[in-house]
């Protein structure tokens, strides 16, 4: 049953300029992990994501590549980025495209909007320029350049080059929103999050905010602005748009009073652009701000970010042909606290498969589901008196739904993931300190065995459930391993922890691991 509460989240609109690595499949994983929460919840959610394909660096790509900007970027989205949904098992509601018709016009209606309203001027610019970034660089990342870049100016986070860009552009008024932007960051503390980022923004506005360039006229391949063709908007300008235009801006005046606003998950090193520059400019435009954006830390392979640009990226297909997709996503969503840096290493990742997945949650579905096989015939059996283990089991079924719950709330999935981790490792322990195997020996223990096995079906119930934003295809076969008919996707999340949900008498089907064993090279 719906609440009838919007939550409308997006992932980054990422920039196809080359291959996905695993830092875009972790943000992706992560939202789509809060939306699918979301939707079991109830709420009425809908999740985006999409590619940003204007530029300067795309028309270069596509220029090194012999083809026009149009076809590179279609070969880019078809043959990588729409695979990379599929590959981690993302449930989006929509993918947008900036080349599409239904963005391109109304990116021009709502900047010529900005521009009646007396927000935009011409002017004069000249700053150094990071193609990388797509961004005029301020000083506090511009660095000297070293080895073949000795005596140049270069891009503290791509380490290249920096260009001297001297336009006639056009500006909008970033520096009249400053006094706004702080007084939303004030009465709305959440707005940013986590704290770091929200302080970070909160410095960054309070030191002075400048006029923001919001054309080009240098090159062609980007939406033209609409009272001077002879400019193209700012690729940050168009790409932030997408957000808004994708759930109607424009075009469907309801959908957008339904959806609209949105929360905005990225990176930290896009933050600013979110929490500065797209309020800004839906200030000005008379429209809602967005309800939060979240800045997730960097993932780190030896110490250094992921990066194309200095070919550290690591596909994630690299993972799932060997782990499959539940194990990317809950190594991901787990192993990182959400909103830090955390580092990747295919050591780690081979030990929380077999210790937490394999031996911890797969064990436990497999063992407990083969002993009603073999002791009751396939047929859960109903439970008799309760002890006080018993009932400690149900107290922290039920404790660990509201605490994941409220973490997702907070967007921290990996807390979420750590409160419904207690019921898998207390249920390990139940049947280790029970041990129905020897239950099964004695007939006058047979009501016995038949509460322990029930408490760890149940038990499991509600894993499936409460896991099932997480890693879907191993809670939907272990959800059919249970015996039950519907969807695992249409169960209500926030009821998960309400004890006696798996009616007795239900036939279990046999339970294939869920996580095999990997074999790892020696």
Known sequence: MS???????????????????IGHGYTTVAVDALARWHRQAGDDTWMLSGTDE??????????????????????????????????????NDDFIRTTQPRHEERVQEFVKALYDRGHIYAGEYEALYCVGCEEFKPESEIVDGMGAFEGLKVCAIHSKPLELLQEKNYFFKLSEFQDRLLELYKTEPDFVRPEPARNEVVSFVRSGLKDLSISRSAFDWGITVPWDPSHVIYVWVDALLNYATAVGYGTDPEQFARRWPAYHVVGKDILRFHAVIWPAMLMAAGLDVPRGVFAHGWLLVGGEK???????????????????????????????????????????????????LANGFGNLASRTTAMIERYFEGIVPPAAAYTEGDLGIQRIVADAAAAADQAMERFRPDEAIAAIWTIVDALN????????????????????????????????????????????????????????????????????????????GTSVNGLAPLFPRVEQDA
């Not at 090194?64 to 695979?83: F, I, M």
């Not at 990226?313 to 787990?334: H, K, Q």
């Open 429 to 504: 322990g139940y049947i280790t300190e029970n041990e129905p195997w020897a239950l099964a020996k004695d007939d006058a223990e047979r009501a016995r065995l038949g509460t322990v096995l029930y408490t760890a079906s149940e038990g499991l119930r509600a894993l499936a459930v409460l896991l099932s934003p997480f890693m879907p295809e191993a809670t939907a076969k272990l959800w059919v391993a249970l015996g039950h008919a519907g969807r695992l996707q249409d169960e209500p999340i926030r009821d998960a922890g309400q004890w006696g949900v798996l009616v007795p």
């Open 54 to 91: 204007h530029g300067q660096k795309m028309l270069r790509a596509a220029a090194a590549n012999g083809v026009t900007p149009q076809e590179w970027v279609d070969k880019l989205v078809a043959e990588s980025w729409y695979p990379l949904l599929r590959t981690l098992d993302v449930a």
């Open 3 to 21: 609440t009838g509460k919007s939550f409308y989240i997006t992932t980054p609109i990422y920039y196809p300029s080359d291959l996905p690595h």
């Open 306 to 356: 992921m990066s194309k640009s200095k070919l550290t990226g690591i596909a994630p297909t690299e993972i799932t042909d060997v782990f499959g997709s539940d194990a990317y996503r809950f190594y991901f969503l787990s192993a990182i606290a959400f909103g830090q840096d955390g580092s990747f290493s295919w050591e780690d990742l081979s030990a929380r498969y077999q210790a937490e």
